[in-house]
């Protein structure tokens, strides 16, 4: 399986602010209704955290929320600090292959902060783009600013796609299209994500799944019905509260009522989420309802479900594995020029910490899971987050463990999906060919036959692929078990090294 793209989005926003410190942090005037409409035409995803608000609770304020952020909250998030009220990103997603084609996202900037000293934190320049000022980060990304207290990010580094955006937002021009994004913006909620999926839903695919796989033939008695069904779907919404306990609804829209087949519309999406080894144990046992045309599943998460989902929201990049330099003082005419340099100590403690949280989060995970093949995309995003950590002050033996789990967690992520793993447990080794595809995910409802070289063929051997991938998991199961064995030797040994 492909895995969601590596678009250092929040990584690098935050890492822009960070530089300067958060002594008095500009008021963001603009709305998140306004800042929604600012997002590119093409954006088919928003996710917005209203950060601000979960601090507040009662919860957050029990459990110090705000001192622990990255521990408690978002278990490692890349550098998410408290004193941004919210955050709204928008992206471009292909569910066909799973991959995230660009990212873009405006955020408030502290006072003062200027281009020039964006640029001399990160070692590059100012350039113009289409005679806005901007500034390239690491060839990754373009950031710029959209007023004196709003700056926007563009991912991936594309010139021309940056530019256009950026010449939008300078016009003042509301540039997203989506109707039902723009209604789904507008709900309220501690953490919203939603996804436009008009016309993504292949009917001839689908149609062909109910009736030739196993999982799904229950169905084909009614595939008339429900065929029309799905693919009328015009997206999803997933409302995350924290309270006392951390309640989700999940809201998914469709062009006509949903009536009788509410409980199959639920059956399909577990399956979905299976397929993309994105399982959330709470979902199986939700409550489920209809409305005319919107199917709403309502559950309570716990904080390692809630870390899971929270995990999509940075799509941090793979970094290099080497320790990020502390970036240079900005010359700023405010105090933040003063802001004090990391404890080491602290820093390498933090670090452990927050990797520490993910190994107990994905063994939660996979205790809870019916199919341990369902967390496949869980592993692969928590080695991705771990990549995203700040690492200025950690020492480089905990950077090295950092690195070995990721390793580990990609490496188990691959063997779940059928990919042969080598394990050398002597030399505390894991081999694995990271360009290896077995396929597994050329059928599927959004037409994914055909985007690549097909694993399907049209008279259908769905059934046969799906033995396949069995077999081929269930090879890789003493591996997994191995590696697993390998985190918690090497969690151990950190542990001991930083008594």
Known sequence: MTCLSQHPLYALAFAVILSFGFANPASCQTTIADRVEMLPSGTNTITIVRLSEILETNRAIEEEWEAQLEERFL????????????????????LTVLEEVWSASTFPLPSGTTMEAIAKAHNTTVESLLGRDSVRIDDRAYVTTVSSDLAAVYVPAHRQDAARWFRSLTSGAKSLTSEYLKTAASTEGHVVMMIDLTAMVDPVVFRRQLKEES???????????????????H??????????KISAKLDIEFDSDVGQSVFSVKAILLAILDDLGASISELTSAEISADGPVATLKCDLSESSFRQIVSLISLPPKTSHESVPTPPEPELTSPVTNKRQPDPAKATADYVKAINKMIDDLEVANRRANNYERTILWHEKFADRIDALDRTGVSSIAVEYGEKIANAFRAIAASLQGQQVEVNTQQRSIVYNTQYDPGWVEASIWGGVGVRNPSVNVTSNLEEVRRNQAAAVAAGSKDRIAIWQMIRDERSRMSRGTE
Do not use: Q
């Open 75 to 94: 278990s490692g998030a890349a550098a998410i600090p408290p004193h941004i009220d919210n955050m709204v990103v928008g992206s471009l997603l292909h």
């Open 235 to 244: 997206g999803a919404k997933l409302v995350m509260n924290v309270d006392d």
């Open 215 to 233: 999982r799904y033939k229950k169905f084909a008695s009614v595939a008339d019905t429900l065929v029309p069904l799905i693919a009328g779907v």
